[in-house]
């Protein structure tokens, strides 16, 4: 976060989308996931002004795991297209485990 007097940059994240069962693909439990939205934005008095560098991702309940998702994919998931786990890129998550 970048803040000078009454302008400054921050990052900030929207929930988009909730997934009810379905497979965590690190565990192969059934698990809950959410589609969120994670951009830059410049707020001049704390109002924001302009976004960019928007990426999307799906956490994973079951388990801190966290997946990229490309922007294409992300579109069709908000229009309500299932969760599909071969178009997502792991990037957070140690393991191939679900604590009980």
Same mark, same amino acid.
């Given at each position: 976060?970048?803040?000078?007097?009454?302008?400054?940059? /921050?990052?900030? !994240?929207? %929930?988009?989308?909730?997934? @009810?069962?379905?497979?965590?693909?690190?565990?192969?439990?059934?698990? #809950?996931? !959410?589609?969120?939205?994670?951009?830059?934005?410049? %707020?001049?008095?704390?109002?924001?002004?302009? /976004?960019?560098? #928007?990426?999307?991702?799906?956490? *994973?309940?079951?388990?801190?795991?966290? *997946?990229?998702?490309?922007?294409?994919?992300?579109? !069709?998931?908000?229009?309500?297209? @299932?969760?599909?786990?071969? #178009?997502?890129?792991?990037?957070?998550? %140690?393991?191939?485990?679900?604590? !009980?």
């Amino acid at each position: 976060m970048f803040f000078f007097g009454i302008f400054g940059i /921050q990052d900030r !994240e929207k %929930h988009l989308r909730d997934f @009810d069962a379905t497979i965590c693909p690190s565990c192969g439990r059934l698990s #809950r996931a !959410e589609l969120i939205e994670v951009f830059t934005y410049f %707020h001049f008095f704390f109002i924001p002004i302009f /976004q960019w560098n #928007r990426r999307y991702f799906v956490k *994973f309940r079951c388990r801190p795991a966290i *997946f990229s998702v490309d922007k294409e994919y992300a579109e !069709e998931l908000k229009r309500e297209a @299932d969760l599909d786990a071969a #178009r997502l890129h792991k990037v957070f998550g %140690h393991g191939n485990y679900c604590p !009980e």
